[in-house]
């Protein structure tokens, strides 16, 4: 399997959503199952395809990230449906999906095999996949802040209660993502923790989140500053995972940069 | 709340005062045994708050979310501006450039540890199967973050450069001061594997390591795979690379953390603790 071939399974897999995203819509059940799980499987197959024949896990550079984001997004989506039976999740997830598959046509990265020995470890594929998934949940807890916001009295509690479950299952990936970087890190480097620029941004995101949660234990009332407080956290998240590239106090000191010639 | 954010205030002014009047933090004073009886002392004045919350308003107050929040609020902004300014090692540097030796910074993140830990005493106590998860979250965090600033100063980080064929016992600090960490390591030979473009693939040094109890232990050390020998843990450290893959040395990192097992009882507890989170502490879905 090489990118070549990406487009291919991509169109596949984002034709497949768009369908299920229409019989959800159509209110049609076994239908939407049927098609975005296909649409998974034919997008998954291309993640496995580029795994076999890089003979790596396709975890390495931002063009491979954004690939696994892309298949979370779906994901996420059928098991928010399953849950809560909203219409409209799907046709999000699925445009969102495409955007990133967009990026990853236009701006494909390089994918070469090689992969240096830092990487080399069994802690690579958890860390950066439960990462990779968090934020997928929680950029839909994103969208669903910004639509509470703008609608404001028009929110109904079933949408508080989505967000809410968004995040708690989003924010207990970030904690794997982030504690299963800590034990590689000690196998790796000699220390769990060291206050690199992409560990300082990861504990920042990560207090965000639980100032969300413990605000919404503490005054269920205040949910739109809830909401502000989830549009900084994710700020704070696009920081650690690709804005801390461009931040002037992370250049050459993290240690975090693979896809860096 | 706003009882929480004139307490973050007040410490923000209190760790200003001692960050001019004694300097930033040095962390090497809490070297073993200080770091164990600032413990005993942490562990006191966790139970003597705990003991009085009848008593006092205050101690009551502080192990609840009202509390939490703005705790949060304000580690979480100083953390975010940690990443925004760049970080330097050094003596004489702008206080924010040292977040980590910064008072107010310290300060802040202490009063979290100890309302956590706090909540986590007060659920403990009321001790119920339903609190498990509670507990594991709050003493999670408390018992890993307190360890690994308590044991930082403890931590020995030594650097071996062994040449084939001759076991070597001296390594050096990050100052250069040589130090003898009671084992020998003697390279047999060290591997360096490319892929077809030209980048590393595998660093690897097949070692015997000789302990001053008696041990001879065989094995290879490479990156991501260290070696544990006698409580250190040996690392694929360097080599010389004006001669690749005919190094005539391998460079180990030499690591020993005596608060590391508590640490890692921290961690597993907070990953226990993120299961629970989405499995029984998120709220139960709503259906129209």
């Known amino acids: 399997m090489s990118w070549d071939s990406f487009i291919w399974f991509a169109l596949g897999a984002v034709l497949l959503w768009a369908a299920g995203a229409f019989f959800a819509w159509k209110e049609k059940k076994a239908l939407v199952y049927l098609c975005t799980l296909t649409g998974i499987a034919v997008f998954f197959a291309f993640i496995l395809g580029m795994w076999i024949s890089l003979e790596r896990p396709p975890l390495r550079t931002m063009g491979e990230t954004r690939l696994w984001y892309s298949f979370f997004l779906p994901v996420a989506g059928i098991i928010v449906y399953s849950r809560w039976r909203y219409k409209w999740i799907l046709s999000f997830s699925t445009m969102l999906s495409f955007v990133f598959i967009c990026v990853n046509l236009f701006k494909p990265g390089i994918h070469s095999k090689s992969l240096m020995p830092a990487l080399q470890s069994p802690w690579f594929a958890p860390h950066v996949i439960v990462y990779m998934f968090s934020y997928a949940l929680l950029g839909a807890a994103t969208v669903m802040a910004v639509y509470m916001l703008i609608r404001k009295d028009k929110t109904t509690e079933k949408e508080i209660n989505l967000t809410d479950n968004l995040v708690y299952v989003g924010l207990a990936f970030l904690t794997f993502g982030m504690l299963f970087g800590a034990l590689w890190a000690k196998e790796a480097w000699g220390s769990y923790w060291t206050w690199d620029p992409k560990e300082t941004w990861a504990a920042a995101t990560w207090l965000c989140y639980l100032v969300y949660l413990h605000l919404r234990k503490a005054k269920p009332a205040e949910w739109r500053t809830a909401c502000v407080i989830l549009l900084v956290s994710f700020v704070c998240l696009q920081i650690c995972w690709w804005g801390i590239n461009y931040l002037p106090s992370a250049q050459g000191l993290s240690i975090h940069t693979y896809n860096v010639k | ?288």
């Open chain 2, 1 to 288: 709340m706003k009882e929480g954010f004139l307490i973050g205030g007040g410490l923000l002014v209190v760790g200003l005062l001692l960050q001019i009047t004694l300097g930033p933090i040095d962390w090497s004073l809490l070297a073993w045994p200080v770091n164990l009886v600032l413990l005993v002392l942490v562990l006191a004045a966790v139970g003597i708050l705990y003991a009085l919350r009848r008593k006092v308003y205050a101690f009551e107050w502080m192990m609840h979310t009202g509390a939490a929040v703005p705790c949060l609020i304000f580690a979480a902004t100083l953390t975010i501006l940690m990443g925004l300014l760049p970080q330097v090692k050094g003596e004489s540097v702008p206080w924010l450039s040292q977040m980590l030796r910064f008072w107010p910074f310290v300060l802040i993140w202490t009063w979290m540890m100890v309302i956590s830990a706090l909540a986590a005493l007060n659920h403990l106590l009321r001790w119920k199967v339903r609190e498990i998860p509670f507990i594991l979250n709050h003493l999670g965090v408390v018992v890993a973050i307190v360890a690994a600033t308590l044991g930082n100063a403890d931590i020995q980080s030594l650097q071996l450069t062994a040449f084939t064929g001759e076991p070597e016992w001296r390594a050096l600090d990050d100052a250069g001061m040589v130090h003898e960490p009671g084992l020998a390591i003697e390279l047999h030979q060290f591997t360096l594997e490319e892929y077809d473009d030209g980048t590393p693939k595998r660093f690897a040094s097949d070692i015997t390591v000789y302990t001053e109890d008696g041990k001879n232990v065989r094995g290879t050390v490479e990156v991501n795979k260290p070696l544990k020998v006698n409580g250190w843990k040996i690392y694929q450290y360097g080599y010389d690379v004006r001669y690749g893959a005919e190094s005539p040395y391998s460079v180990f990192q030499l690591v020993r953390d005596p608060w590391i097992p508590w640490v890692y009882i921290g961690i597993f507890m907070m990953i226990a603790g993120a299961l629970c989170l989405m499995l029984f502490m998120a709220p139960k879905p709503m259906k129209s």
